[in-house]
């Protein structure tokens, strides 16, 4: 009786193991295309985009990924739906074989992925666009290298050149409601607006103010967070007019992040980098992620969660897991006794 008593303690001990690590696990992405960006319009319906063409969509909330019919060779950048129907994808050609042609462009559909059409941002350019940030009336503004930034006018198809007074690398930018957002990127650059889009200003920053800033997250119009290069971290309660640094207790390069309210996120980075946060960033903690790759982007919907990077890299989350951890526990020590 008491070995059998430790053949099920050990058996539950290791289930409970299990569940713990099972809160971030690695789905198999059948490729080994660097993926960029991950977008879901609702709980099933999601896509994810990567270098060569790699255009993934699940229709079951991420249990099963399959590779569309490839309609490019470019790298996917960026995805984004406006409704099932209505999507838009920034696309990269190769440095190597894009002749005259301007680096970035976009494909844009309007029945769900069957059928894409390319728009041209401008006929020639060096200029890389490193981000399409869309407002609450349909209105998108494209952002990237040495101050290329570019309107989607009202056709919805041409986009018009603005000049802009910062020549610094901009790398990612929301807007929170129809008047204000936000935009990062190198040189410690943060502009917000409150007159959406009309102008920019520059916001204070009170920490490393020539941090590169890779990313930036609002959970509502007044708080956000940016991550970027060393580990670096700023946090805004002004809507993105002022921003302090948080100490996340990493150097590594931070690439995204994602709060699932006002106290709990997540940011990703290199070397499969993952920080976990419940005290709105006051305190961060490292949470082993299982690879090492470089991870890009990280999105929740409702209590899943997806961080998708280099050589493939699609990892997921289910808040489930918890429950069954904390389930494990009495049985532990009901078969302790």
């Known amino acids: 009786m008491i070995q059998l008593r430790k053949i099920l303690i050990f058996a539950l001990c290791l289930i409970f193991t299990q569940t ?16 960029q960006d991950v977008y879901f319009i609702n709980e099933k319906k999601g896509w994810i985009t990567g ?3 790699t255009f993934l969509e699940t229709a079951d909330g991420g249990k099963n990924w399959r590779q569309a019919d490839k309609f490019t060779s470019d790298t996917i950048r960026q995805v984004y739906f406006s409704d099932e129907q209505t999507g838009w994808l920034l696309c990269e050609r190769s440095v ?20 894409w059409d390319k728009l041209e941002f401008a006929k020639e350019g060096r200029e890389r666009i490193a981000k399409i940030i869309f407002d609450k009336k349909g209105s998108a503004l494209a952002f990237g290298e040495g101050g290329a930034f570019f309107t ?11 000049p802009v007074f910062i020549k610094y690398l901009l790398l990612d930018g929301v807007f929170t409601d129809e008047s204000n957002g936000a935009i990062v990127g190198a040189g410690g650059s943060i502009l917000f607006t409150e007159d959406g889009g009309a102008s920019w200003n520059k916001a204070n920053i009170f920490g490393d103010k020539s941090a590169k800033l890779h990313s930036v997250f609002f959970i509502n119009r007044r708080t956000g967070w940016t991550v970027g290069a060393n580990g670096k971290i700023f946090q805004t309660l002004s809507g993105g007019k002022t921003w302090r640094e948080q100490k996340s207790g990493t150097t590594v390069n931070l690439n995204d992040i994602f709060f699932s309210d006002t106290a709990e996120g997540w940011a990703i980075g290199d070397d499969g980098a993952l920080l976990h946060t419940t005290t709105a960033g006051n305190i961060w903690s490292y949470v082993n992620s299982g690879t090492k790759h470089k991870l890009e982007k990280i999105t929740f919907v409702g209590n899943k969660g997806w961080a998708i ?4 890299t699609i990892l997921f989350y289910d808040e489930n897991a918890k429950a069954e951890k904390t389930a494990a526990m009495p049985l532990l020590k009901k078969w302790n006794r």
């Open 309 to 312: 990077g280099f050589g493939g």
């Open 96 to 115: 190597y074989n894009r002749g005259s042609n301007f680096l970035s462009y976009v494909m844009q559909t309007s029945d769900g992925g069957a059928n």
């Open 51 to 53: 270098s060569d063409g």
């Open 20 to 35: 713990i690590n099972a809160e971030w696990t690695k789905l198999n992405s059948k490729t080994l295309a660097w993926l």
């Open 152 to 162: 989607l006018e009202n056709d919805k198809k041409t986009w018009g050149k603005t």
